[in-house]
């Protein structure tokens, strides 16, 4: 009888113990988010349209359609104009560098030991590309060197026998070799210099796939509950895109943030299972929370996870860190994640086709010496963040630097400060991309206005 009775109380424990074994299977949803710009620079604008400007009749030699290489640069989130935008994007680009153009010899020794000498020919080439930025008067207000380098085109000609058949096939065929290598480079170039524009200026929607935890133990008491949240999730997530109201979304997924705020807390740390389960509970609450734009609650519940030991689950391949996200979500005045541009009402062109077709064929041989605006004292002190001069910057060591720049006021007009145009909206440079840590402006000791130049000198570098 006593045996019965222990083998009874036996299995009942076996049978809890497996009820509260966790079994937890990743699942991955993809989510339409905004993706922010990494500088806000060029936020305050809705339109552009784009220009090249060649040098030595580039295209033209080389057998390329400008306006092809045009249609590849777009910028998401704003409006693309055949004519005059806010602001203009200028592709400039120099004449080929041909790293590597020469014959070049192959020795190797046949079977009877006798050298056998080939000849081919090597070509190595990249075209320098400036990006420049301009406003509606043609001021140059940002600029910077694409790194074509990057991405050179090479070609190798087939081994010949002797120097003159090579001779003989590059006369009839170098014209077009050296046409389709530059067109190659370039195919390839300006699909970087699109990627790259909408990395760091555009605002555009991309998908993002979030993982989630699924409760996969059935035998586990909490199975049905955590189940019937976890589905809530999914199909709540999976129908966000930008546009959506994360209100709305908060609103209808209370009710499984509290439960899982529930088995968080219940969950113990010093038992295995309950461990797995208030981890895994707890990544699904910060995705939760990011996602509905709840930053407080996503930091503490990562924090909380961070404190029983667990990693940080956040995909470290995404493009901008959380923490940038919500400086540059700051930068460009988004409350959201799924924040979208109305450009409806932006007029479908600027200034007639035929004026433009001039601008740019002045501009075909163009350089960042624009002519500069007229200085406004009055609107410095109206709109100080917004000012753009030309002038000269003398530092503490008497250093002249010469360049457009950002001037503000505070609120006593005595005071002034300046950054480099370079630094717009104050962010530093680094290989011609904003870095996402924002400067303080330099205060100044005197700022002469010149009619359409300044000069500006400091009192410190700190404040």
Request: aromatic share 12%.
């Amino acid at each position: 009888m006593n045996f019965r009775i222990t083998l009874f109380l036996f299995l009942i424990s076996a049978l809890t113990i497996y009820a509260q074994k966790v079994d937890l299977d990743k699942k991955v949803i993809a989510i339409k988010r905004t993706s922010f710009p990494i500088s806000p620079m060029l936020f305050k604008h809705q339109s552009y349209n784009v220009t090249i400007s060649e040098k030595n009749v580039f295209f033209k030699a080389h057998s390329l359609n400008m306006n092809d290489y045009k249609s590849r640069i777009n910028l998401q989130g704003f409006k693309k104009l055949s004519a005059k935008g806010d602001f203009k994007i200028d592709v400039v680009v120099s004449p080929t560098v041909e790293e590597v153009n020469q014959r070049q010899t192959k020795s190797t020794k046949a079977k009877d030991g006798q050298s056998i000498t080939k000849y081919y020919h090597l070509l190595v080439l990249y075209v320098p590309i400036e990006i420049r930025f301009l406003d509606p008067d043609q001021v140059v207000i940002h600029s910077y060197p694409f790194p074509s380098s990057n991405f050179k085109s090479t070609w190798k000609s087939a081994e010949y026998s002797n120097s003159s058949e090579l001779a003989n096939f590059l006369k009839d065929n170098w014209s077009s070799i050296l046409n389709n290598e530059v067109q190659r480079h370039l195919d390839n170039v300006f699909g970087e210099i699109n990627k790259d524009l909408n990395t760091t200026y555009g605002i555009s929607q991309i998908t993002e796939h979030v993982t989630m935890y699924r409760l996969d133990s059935k035998a586990h008491p909490e199975y049905a509950e955590y189940d019937k949240h976890m589905k809530l999730l999914e199909t709540k997530f999976e129908s966000i895109s930008p546009g959506s109201d994360p209100e709305e979304l908060k609103k209808a997924l209370q009710p499984s943030f509290d439960y899982f705020e529930q088995i968080v807390a219940k969950s113990k740390t010093d038992d295995k299972h309950q461990f797995e389960l208030k981890k895994y509970s707890l990544i699904n609450l910060i995705q939760g929370y990011f996602y509905s734009n709840q930053f407080d609650l996503y930091e503490k519940k990562l924090k909380e996870l961070e404190a029983i030991g667990g990693k940080g689950y956040w995909d470290s391949a995404r493009l901008m860190s959380n923490d940038e996200i919500r400086k540059a979500m700051k930068a460009i005045n988004a409350n959201n994640l799924y924040m979208v541009r109305d450009l409806s009402k932006v007029p479908d062109s600027g200034i007639g086709d035929e004026k433009q077709n001039d601008v740019e064929n002045n501009s075909s041989n163009a350089t960042s010496n624009a002519t500069p605006p007229e200085v406004n004292i009055e609107k410095l002190k109206w709109t100080p963040t917004d000012r753009v001069v030309p002038g000269t910057y003398v530092d503490i060591k008497d250093i002249e630097y010469k360049g457009y720049y950002v001037i503000a006021t505070s609120n006593d007009d005595d005071v002034a400060y300046v950054g480099s145009l370079q630094n717009i909206g104050f962010y530093n440079i680094e290989n011609g991309k904003p870095k996402s840590k924002p400067i303080k402006p330099t205060q100044c000791k005197s700022i002469k206005f010149n009619e359409k130049n300044i000069i500006i000198k400091i009192i410190n570098r700190a404040l």
